[in-house]
């Protein structure tokens, strides 16, 4: 089985990120929202509107803008500690103050689908593999710990009642139950040390979409009991993909954000968030239980 080749690309707006990250696509107000985590920068842009876009300068670095309950009130997953911004105010309420010290910042982030928040953190440097993964549920007034050791966690996703996800630099996948991760109950499957897997997008029937940092490309994979089955790749018009989500009106549209970040003579593309049809289907972001 083959994933069909993505249709009609195009870059999204005029805005090259340093280092842009963590697409979600929200579905009440039909836009879609990243980052730029090296310029401390929170992205959104309304594609059935000319492709409008609006840039918020934040007073802190960010990983992930997710979905709450509260159609303009999102989870900002910072250095200073998770916090719920509102967006109509320009208002920050912190929830939870770092659990860690200043020489790891976040990187991945996802709601579960139980409504908690799951997001890792990482060596500032990304040289050491200082990183972790924490739960944070409304009410908290700490995030869980429930695994370290990692050094650039990336992609998480939720299927067939496990939790998904990657370590770039480690080269692996791994696989745990849903309701928190447990070092005790990991499998894991290596990638290949020429694979940097970064985030990834997961479809209606079980196919992981992922970043594949530094090579120009979108992995495919089929999840399913016996690990993740690698049925093809496609190729991009940027060297360094970050992530990917699924929006639009059918949420068949995919959209890729990318990075030029350590690039000497990026190309007009480097750094855009790319904008392609699939014939498939993703899936809702889950909303954050506030």
């Not at 870059?11 to 730029?36: F, H, K, N, Q």
């Not at 719920?84 to 912190?94: S, W």
């Not at 007034?141 to 990657?166: E, I, R, S």
């Not at 993909?241 to 959209?255: E, M, T, V």
Request: charged share 20%; with cysteine.
């Amino acid at each position: 089985m083959t994933f069909p080749a993505l249709q009609n690309g195009s870059l999204t707006g005029d805005y090259r990120a340093t280092l842009g990250e963590s697409p979600v696509w929200c579905t009440r107000s039909e836009s879609v929202i990243w980052m730029d985590i090296a310029e401390q920068r929170m992205l959104r842009c309304w594609p059935d509107q000319a492709d409008r876009m609006e840039i918020r300068d934040l007073p802190f670095i960010c990983s992930a803008a997710l979905l709450t309950e509260d159609p303009e009130r999102f989870l900002l997953v910072t250095q200073q500690g998770v916090m719920l911004y509102d967006y109509l105010h320009e208002t920050f309420q912190v929830l939870c103050n770092w659990p860690e010290t200043p020489a790891t910042r976040p990187n991945e982030a996802a709601v579960a689908p139980d409504g908690s928040l799951w997001f890792s953190t990482m060596d500032i440097t990304a040289r050491k593999a200082l990183g972790s993964w924490y739960r944070f549920a409304a009410g908290d007034k700490q995030p869980v710990k429930m695994l370290g050791g990692q050094h650039v966690p990336n992609t998480l996703v939720w299927h067939d009642n496990h939790a998904w996800f990657g370590d770039t630099f480690a080269h692996r996948f791994y696989r745990s139950p849903a309701r928190r991760i447990s070092a005790e109950r990991l499998t894991s499957w290596p990638l290949g040390d020429a694979v940097f897997a970064d985030g990834s997008a997961l479809t209606r029937c079980a196919k992981l979409i992922n970043a594949r940092w530094g090579a120009s490309c979108l992995a495919v994979y089929q999840l399913s009991g016996s690990g993740p089955e690698l049925l093809t790749t496609l190729p991009l018009p940027v060297l360094q993909p970050s992530s990917c989500a699924f929006g639009g009106k059918n949420l068949q549209d995919l959209y890729i954000t990318s990075a030029r970040d350590g690039l000497k003579n990026p190309s007009a593309a480097q750094g855009a968030l790319l904008r392609y049809q699939t014939p498939y289907s993703g899936q809702r972001a889950t909303l954050f239980t506030l």
